[in-house]
């Protein structure tokens, strides 16, 4: 039975079912193919064909081309390119995600807006009758810097040779690169004509009656079943904090209102007794209480205070309402699903039932220990993260400490200790805005693997590491792509693609040797002799000259400006005649000029002069120095780099004997090397 507001069911029946889920009728009545054909040749569909493509770099143009025309034509409109810092939103059926590539989204605020005016979502987005839905999951994502996007108004549609049509309306978002955005996150579910605040309520009071996560009551009974009712239907985690929050709120006012005791709430995992598993002993301190008739103020609060809960938030501040749940939440239920088992097993006589129950019990037991134990790695991995913090902020300072604590609990849910997991936190987060500027750090436990499985794994990553170099190598030599790989395109789109290409190859490369060195340092750790590196792969003479397999021989500092000059230099330079080859010599004295000032700190960024003959060197806190634009072309790429690698070579040696001199007693760490 179709619901009211969408495609009758008896008219959908008339068709089959690949026609209505593939949407094999539909028709947008936008902007005709022809104006978007012209659209491309303007300088804003350039940009949304280098986006496009940037999204797939190995799509032929003629198939990028068809991507556009169709995502252009959706609109009743060519669009405008807008800059966008803030973040889009979408609506699949609830139950579905949004694949990774869909480019079109919406402004929250014009969703809300649409459901406060009582609108049919499917007919304002003009949606395929197989995204219909009684109700829908909103999706958000975020650009992970401010970057282009395309705005129009959506097109009417047509369906079933004519019968569904929808009017559109509705605001939309092209975004043809999603690699731009971080992925999509679910925040919240509607209904497909609904206020929003009876959306919010509609899922509040079902007979769920189980005890919920939140809030600490001083004799509110009422409040608190509100809240666990609130939490126990709802659909995410991120959403079940949201809803419980505000659930806990309305309650506080109730209960001031009424001259009843105050609620305290919003207290994650609140639950009575010590945080202690039956099988690994005490783990932590008190998580909370749920106080159902006439705890003393000072008492709750106090219990607050010394507990797990301000474990929690201590560390994620102001994100608590976002993240803590996420973090705070399975520990909780896990704690309260072991004392509602233990309960139910001291009053149990039925000796079938009993033994039923203590296997559930043991089993609860030992997921709560285990997520315990995880979440004091977490926070031991944030410590370390705050101790390191300000010294990785100079060097790193684009880099956000939210996207550091992000990639600290995938390293930590991947079973990492937590100083290995704070490591490959840096580096994930660090390489996201200064590519491959710290030492990959595999998410991979290889301290979990056996001698065997060690060495397969070594083998392996030897392979790719050798086949990565020799790759890179061939797409260093391949000057002008436009000639042979990319034959056809815009020679401007040609030199994107061929950097796109050189870029994600070092990626790639800077991984695998990741992978490599973590793999040979559990054989030092073992005490094991690790297996001979092919000769291409042993570490070179310091005083040997780069290669150019990648600039693998180059430290990730020097690999980072290289990259830096050559994404910050290469325009202008190219506008103003100079070819790859002249613009690579340029890019490779940057390396060499900024390690020879490297003492002045962290560098920020190159500017060309407006007459093309000078280059800047911005750095964290020193005046700009300068070198000459013709002075870079004396000297090949080559020794440009060797004359960096000499430089860091001497510094380093300098460096060596301050400290000896200094401390002659210290032993320097060793380094993490492959070799």
Do not use: C
Request: neutral net charge.
């Amino acid at each position: 039975m179709s619901e009211p507001d969408l495609t009758p069911d008896e008219l959908k029946r008339r068709y089959n079912e690949k026609t209505i889920r593939e949407a094999l009728t539909f028709k947008p009545q936008g902007v005709s193919e022809e104006e978007a054909k012209k659209y491309l040749n303007s300088p804003d569909g350039i940009k949304y064909l280098t986006r496009l493509n940037e999204a797939a770099p190995d799509a032929s143009i003629d198939k990028l081309r068809e991507r556009a025309i169709e995502q252009i034509t959706s609109g009743r409109e060519l669009p405008r390119m807008e800059m966008l810092d803030g973040p889009l939103v979408k609506i699949v059926p609830k139950g579905q995600q949004p694949s990774s590539f869909s480019p079109f989204w919406a402004k929250e605020a014009d969703l809300d807006a649409a459901i406060q005016q009582r609108k049919n979502l499917s007919r304002h987005f003009a949606l395929p009758i197989a995204s219909e839905s009684p109700q829908y999951d909103v999706y958000k994502i975020t650009p992970k810097a401010p970057t282009e996007v395309f705005v129009n108004t959506v097109a009417p549609t047509s369906e079933l040779d004519g019968q569904v049509n929808k009017p559109g309306g509705a605001r939309q978002f092209l975004t043809p690169n999603r690699k731009l955005y971080e992925p999509a996150e679910l925040v919240k579910t509607i209904d497909n004509r609904l206020p929003l605040s009876t959306a919010i309520q509609h899922g509040i009071r079902p007979a769920a009656k189980t005890a919920g996560v939140l809030g600490t009551a001083y004799g509110a009974y009422d409040a608190k079943h509100q809240v666990d009712a609130a939490i126990d239907t709802a659909r995410s985690n991120r959403e079940q904090w949201v809803r419980g929050g505000e659930e806990t709120a309305n309650q506080a006012v109730k209960t001031v209102v009424t001259g009843g005791a105050a609620t305290v709430g919003a207290i994650p995992g609140a639950a009575a007794g010590a945080l202690t598993s039956p099988v690994t002993g005490p783990v932590g301190p008190v998580v909370g209480g749920v106080a159902t008739g006439g705890a003393a103020a000072y008492g709750a609060e106090k219990l607050y205070e010394d507990s797990r809960v301000q474990q929690f938030s201590k560390y994620l501040g102001g994100k608590g309402g976002a993240l803590g749940y996420e973090y705070i939440s399975k520990e909780g239920r896990l704690l309260r699903q072991v004392n509602g088992l233990k309960h139910d097993l001291q009053h149990a006589t039925d000796p079938a039932e009993r033994a039923r129950l203590q296997t559930r019990l043991d089993a609860a037991s030992a997921a709560f220990g285990k997520e315990a134990e995880r979440n004091g790695r977490y926070f031991e991995g944030r410590a370390g993260i705050d101790k390191a913090w300000e010294q990785m902020h100079a060097r790193f300072p684009k880099v956000d400490k939210d996207d550091v604590n992000e990639a600290l609990a995938r390293h930590i849910d991947a079973g990492k200790k937590p100083l290995d997991a704070v490591r490959g936190a840096y580096s994930d987060a660090v390489h996201e805005k200064y590519p491959r500027a710290l030492p990959h750090e595999p998410l991979e436990n290889y301290r979990t693997l056996s001698n065997a499985q060690l060495a397969e794994k070594h083998r392996q990553y030897v392979g790719e590491v050798t086949q990565g170099r020799r790759t890179l190598e061939a797409l260093h030599t391949n000057r002008d792509s436009h000639n042979n790989v990319d034959q056809g395109w815009p020679k401007a789109l040609a030199q994107q693609r061929q950097a796109g290409r050189v870029q994600e190859g070092a990626n790639e490369l800077w991984r695998d040797i990741g992978h490599l060195g973590a793999i040979r340092e559990v054989y030092k750790e073992r005490g094991l002799q690790a297996p001979e590196l092919p000769a291409e792969l042993r570490p070179k003479d310091p005083q040997a000259a780069p290669t150019r397999s990648g600039q693998t021989s180059l430290t990730p500092e020097q690999q980072r400006h290289h990259a830096l000059a050559a994404e910050q230099l290469a325009p202008g330079l190219r506008a103003r005649g100079l070819d790859d080859e002249r613009i690579d010599r340029v890019s490779a004295a940057a390396v060499s000029h900024a390690q020879a000032h490297t003492h002045r700190g962290e560098v920020r960024a190159f500017h060309l002069s407006k007459d093309g003959e000078r280059i800047a060197m911005v750095q964290a806190g020193a005046p700009l120095s300068e070198f000459s634009v013709r002075e870079a072309q004396a000297r090949s790429p080559e020794q440009h780099l060797a004359q960096a690698h000499q430089t860091a070579h001497a510094q380093t040696q300098a460096q060596d004997s301050a400290r000896t001199a200094a401390a002659p007693t210290a032993h320097a760490a060793p380094e993490r090397a492959m070799a």
